[in-house]
């Protein structure tokens, strides 16, 4: 009977050390989510100033094409963040603690 005991805790240990690591690997994946949108607003915001001030029309094709993929980027991550249920709360909590470091 000792011994079956010692098997079945041996086994909900391990359950638990696999549970502790698949929840940190979620964890990972929102923050590293997180990170990219804001990475994408930045070149989002970027891609709309440098439409704003081109001046030729080579210029302004790159700038089109840039925005478009900008757009389209910061898109697609918002819709994959909102299939993980990330809030725009904890993307702007990202986005002020990287401008306070």
């Known amino acids: 009977m000792k011994r079956l005991w010692h098997g079945a805790k041996k086994w909900g240990q391990w359950w638990n050390r696999k549970e502790r690591e698949r929840q940190e690997a979620i964890e990972l994946d929102r923050l590293l989510l ?39 980027r910061f898109e697609m991550l918002l819709k994959q963040a909102k299939g993980m249920q990330i809030t725009q709360a904890e993307v702007c909590a990202g986005r002020s603690m990287e401008g306070s470091s």
């Open 34 to 72: 997180v990170q990219e949108i804001q990475k994408a607003h930045k070149e989002w915001v970027t891609a709309q100033l440098r439409f704003e001030y081109v001046m030729e029309k080579e210029q302004i094709d790159y700038a089109v094409f840039a925005l478009e993929a900008a757009e389209k």
